[in-house]
């Protein structure tokens, strides 16, 4: 059992709908970050939480400490979500990474 | 101010042979962190400099070792070459001794094909 875990693996979604990506993780972490990978390759850092929410433009992450679980919401999705959201705990000295859920928004 | 930046973007080399992968870290951050992404699967975790000491390695055999500079950036080396090693590898910096409360920030990532 991975120590991060993510779901769904794979999603799709028609565009302006509300998505809900889940993470779960049984490792003791400071933090948990959510990040995004385009095809290609390059990952950007979307929210870095320890506690309670954290919300930035359609982007809305939330984290549960006593359940050890976090979830990152979309609301309004557009086709440009279009990605594989990961999720990451951070423990000492190294981020502990999920295996990612491939996010596809139709038009 | 530039981001953190990895050098070659693509590399195809042979099993057996060796290899050197090369980060510059966002100027001012002092931390260093290599990760392997095998294709599908979410990044793992291969070291951590933080002001030119080793401060955490994953579990990846000596074939792979790393450093880092008096400017902050960052080597990754790895030896003897197998077909396994092919994967996209992600350099990340941060300002302090990073992973757990401090954001890191992501190199483009060089990907790396053994064939």
């Known amino acids: 059992k991975n120590e991060v875990e993510q779901s769904p693996q794979n999603l799709t979604a028609q565009e302006g709908e509300f998505i809900t990506i889940n993470c779960s993780y049984s490792v003791g972490i400071s933090a948990l970050h959510w990040l995004q990978q385009h095809p290609g390759g390059g990952i950007v850092s979307l929210f870095m939480?320890?506690?309670g929410k954290k919300k930035h433009g359609r982007l809305i992450a939330t984290i549960n400490i006593q359940e050890k679980h976090s979830s990152l919401h979309i609301t309004a999705s557009h086709p440009r979500d279009s990605a594989v959201y990961i999720c990451?705990?951070?423990?000492?000295?190294?981020?502990?990474f999920g295996t990612g859920t491939l996010l596809a928004v139709q038009p | 101010d530039a981001g953190v930046t990895q050098s070659p973007t693509h590399l195809i080399k042979t099993r057996g042979q060796h290899v050197t992968l090369r980060c510059s870290p966002i100027s001012g951050h002092k931390s260093v962190s290599w990760y392997q992404q095998v294709l599908g699967q979410g990044p793992q975790f291969i070291f951590q400099?933080?002001?030119?000491?080793?401060?955490g390695r994953g579990n990846f055999p000596d074939r792979f070792s790393a450093r880092q500079f008096p400017n902050y950036s960052s080597e990754l080396n790895v030896n003897a070459l197998l077909l396994g090693d092919s994967a996209l590898y992600l350099c990340a910096s941060s300002a302090r001794l990073a992973g757990v409360s401090y954001e890191q920030y992501f190199g483009p990532g060089t990907r790396l094909t053994v064939t």
């Open positions: 939480l320890s506690s």
């Open positions: 400099y933080y002001e030119k000491e080793e401060r």
């Open positions: 990451a705990g951070g423990a000492t000295n190294k981020l502990i």
